[in-house]
């Protein structure tokens, strides 16, 4: 499997890689936040016109279902991808980088 070119010194790992699944994590955060955003803004928005008590409480158990589901799904994918950053990123990177050494020719 392609490796990056190291950028730190002998055999370092690259230092973009650690860029790259930073700025992925806050994207995934992020998406998070904007899910519990619409789903509780939807919740609340429908919750108004629910007469039942119970069918209520039934429509907040499963939004907090959902959002609790979603919520460990991705945290379970940002712990894979820190696990294995380096194989996910080095590949993409190493292309990029003969990418831009075929354009400097």
Known sequence: MPQAIP????????????????????????????????????????????????????????NALACLFNTVGLVQNVRRLGQERLRFYSQDLYWQDQRQAQRAL
């Open 7 to 62: 950028r730190g010194g002998a055999g370092a790992p690259d230092p973009r890689i650690d860029a790259l699944y930073h700025s992925d994590v806050r994207i995934m955060y992020g998406f998070a936040i904007a899910m519990w955003v619409v789903l509780w803004f939807i919740f609340f928005a429908v919750a108004k016109y629910v007469t039942d008590s119970r069918l209520l409480v039934v429509l907040f158990a499963l």
